[in-house]
């Protein structure tokens, strides 16, 4: 690894959160290494690091040493090729920082690297599992291209976006897929009866609009357990495995995927009370949210919660689990593991950083 790539999974221990998600984002190895003030080795951060810590309600202003790992897997310069081998596989480990007599980091063995063997990680888990994705929408903001095309068969590169959310799930086992279609659904079928993809394929055909849960109802009776639900106007970079342990773990019957939005105002906040005092003024604040995705991981039971052949929402039917004294939870993962391409200017951003223009 040279000099300039091994900087860019160092931070320091004393930045912000936020500032480490943006860099972890950036960086293809998804793990960064935090130094203290002598370029010494203080801990390791990655996604799930900062998803812990946003549960346990921490600050994303937090110092990254709050945080890290302070007790990651490491090596000397003298390792043994096949401990490291072992102790790679035995615990998932895709990356080893190795250390001088400072624990300072001067090189990283990467998963490729040692095995050789054009795998740059471990193997995922299988899940096995069904995934529904919504492509009923009539997808208006994206005119005038549905006008012509459903939404779901827009082209991303040399794929439609359908094809490149099935994508992201096939690594993980995931191959039996429920379309819930309703607008052009006939050329949905047609495009995928002409494509004969190797995973396998169902319908849930409404006949009428059903709103963004309604047409799960179809389930009843067709799946058992848990499922995912994605809308197909996005795309997830996030481990699927850990989602699922996350949702399993919590004993959730809904888990919602939120993704952490940073905005950015421009301009002095004017705080007041008593018909006009200011009592504080907060120059060009930023403000962190947890948004809403459209993915979702849910338990069959709460299907039977969904009622026949009408609208109805995902949020009317998390409310109405949460009136029932069901666990809802949420799984956070960060901006850049969401791409979004509902509307115009989404579409234009992901097609840009997928790089298929």
Request: hydrophobic share 40%; charged share 25%; glycine share 8%.
């Amino acid at each position: 690894m040279t000099k300039s790539e091994l900087q860019g999974i160092l931070v320091d221990r004393n930045q912000t959160v936020k500032q480490a998600m943006k860099q972890l984002e950036d960086t293809s190895m998804k793990i960064l290494f935090a130094v203290d003030e002598t370029n010494a080795l203080y801990g390791s951060l990655v996604d799930g690091d900062i998803r812990r810590w946003i549960l346990d309600s921490g600050s994303v202003d937090a110092p990254v040493g709050e945080v890290c790992n302070r007790k990651p897997f490491v090596a000397s310069r003298d390792y043994d090729p096949e401990s490291v081998k072992r102790l790679m596989l035995e615990e998932r480990i895709s990356s080893l920082p190795i250390l001088d007599g400072g624990r300072r980091i001067v090189d990283l063995i990467t998963w490729d690297s040692l095995f050789g063997d054009g795998s740059r990680e471990p193997c995922k888990p299988q899940l096995e599992l069904p995934v529904v994705i919504m492509a009923g929408g009539m997808g208006t903001r994206l005119d005038p291209f549905t006008t012509i095309l459903p939404k779901p068969l827009i082209p991303l590169g040399e794929k439609t976006a359908l094809e490149m959310i099935v994508d992201s799930f096939l690594p993980y086992g995931l191959g039996h897929f429920y379309f819930s279609v309703f607008h052009k659904a006939r050329v949905i079928r047609a495009y995928f009866e002409e494509l004969q993809p190797d995973y396998q394929v169902e319908y849930l055909e409404e006949d009428q609009p059903l709103g963004t849960a309604g047409g799960l109802k179809l389930l009843r009776g067709r799946v058992e357990g848990m499922f995912l639900v994605a809308n197909c106007d996005n795309i997830f970079k996030i481990d699927y495995a850990d989602l699922v342990n996350f949702h399993r773990k919590k004993s959730n019957l809904i888990t919602v995927v939120a993704s952490m939005k940073q905005y950015n105002i421009p301009y002095g906040i004017c705080e007041i009370e008593n018909g006009g005092t200011l009592t504080r003024m907060v120059e060009k604040p930023e403000y962190s949210f947890l948004v809403n995705t459209g993915m979702y991981v849910l338990e069959s039971e709460v299907l039977a919660r969904i009622p026949d052949g009408r609208m109805f929402h995902i949020t009317e039917l998390i409310e109405t689990v949460k009136t029932d004294s069901g666990r809802v939870g949420v799984y956070p993962i960060g901006d850049e593991a969401w791409l979004d391409i509902g509307e115009w200017a989404e579409y234009k951003q992901t097609v840009q950083r997928l790089q298929l223009s």
